[in-house]
């Protein structure tokens, strides 16, 4: 029989982390974390990672992998998850994917376009034609190449665009062709997804409340202290909700207040964004984990999914 996966999801500050401690207790279980941020080694406080508490309670996996200057993609995702997820399975025990990027969720289950190694030269270059030219520049140029990638695609989504002409000048064929010829997935497992739900006004109370904890647990400092270890602000690891919008007040050019708000904000966006994307996914069964019963109920359920997979 097909292995089993229990996968929790869900926007940020929804109580996906409960559920999946409680579940890992429960069920023999350990957690793989799905966040495009907990990657990352050094950016803990502005990413929620999980505290010493939370990993003695349940092995985590996915946390703390690369430094803030190594790329790292969806495709690096998917493959180390997979061998995490072989590793809990041989360990007689059930993996639990947990997070908030349903991107990779989604890779994982359904299959990524197989990873094209970048080439800085490249990238060069169209970072500089970029800055010439302009970003919609570079989208027409793609539309021209790859239509129905272009399609796909925002026109001020520079990291896609610019990822998919990469892909055509490095490799001669399109993103939409290799695609439809060379798909990875995590592997071929029985999968059970569980949203945790909330009331909006209610999930933006929670993300108010976690913002102004992150800050007096020391934020501000967390990101000096890696900007003095000699990281660019100009990578990806720090272009994230939480630490971007303090840039202005460690330049002196905006206040603590207003970085401050400016987060919290684009907290919320980002848990928008989070919720439209996983409404989207019919397989999802959506809980209320904040509310006992209901959690108590979503394990019960979880628990006997587990029962007629074995």
Known sequence: MTAGILVIVGPTASGKKKLALRAAELFNGEIVS?????????????????????????PHHLIDVVNPDEPFSAGE????????????????RLPIISGGTGFYIRA???????????????RK???NECTGK?????????????????????????????????????????FTEIRKN???????????????????????????????????????????????MGYSRSLTAFDTVG?????????????????????????RRYAKRQLTWFRSQPEIWWTGVLDD???SLALEQAGRWIESIQ
């Open 125 to 127: 270059n169209l970072e």
């Open 77 to 92: 995702w998917v493959r180390l998850a997979s061998e995490a997820v072989t590793g809990i399975i041989s360990r007689g």
């Open 108 to 122: 994982f289950r359904d299959g990524l376009t197989v990873d094209i190694a970048a080439d800085t030269e490249i």
């Open 134 to 174: 302009g970003l919609h520049a570079l989208y027409q140029t793609l539309a021209g190449i790859d239509p129905e990638r272009a399609s796909e695609l925002h026109e001020h989504d520079r990291v896609r665009v610019l990822r998919a002409l990469e892909v055509y000048y490095t490799t001669g064929r399109t």
């Open 182 to 228: 060379s798909r990875i997935t995590g592997g071929d497992y029985t999968c059970y997804t569980i949203g945790a739900d909330i009331e909006r006004k209610e999930l933006y109370r929670r993300i108010d409340i976690r913002v102004d904890a992150m800050v007096s647990a020391g934020l501000v400092d967390e990101l000096r202290r890696v900007l003095d």
């Open 243 to 267: 630490y971007k919008e303090w840039f202005p007040f460690l330049d002196g050019v905006e206040s603590f207040e207003s970085c401050l708000e400016a987060v919290k904000r684009d907290t």
């Open 293 to 295: 019963e209901k959690l």
């Open 34 to 58: 799905a966040d495009s941020r907990k990657v990352y080694r050094y950016l803990d406080i502005g990413t929620a990672k999980p505290t010493p508490e939370d990993r003695a309670a349940a």
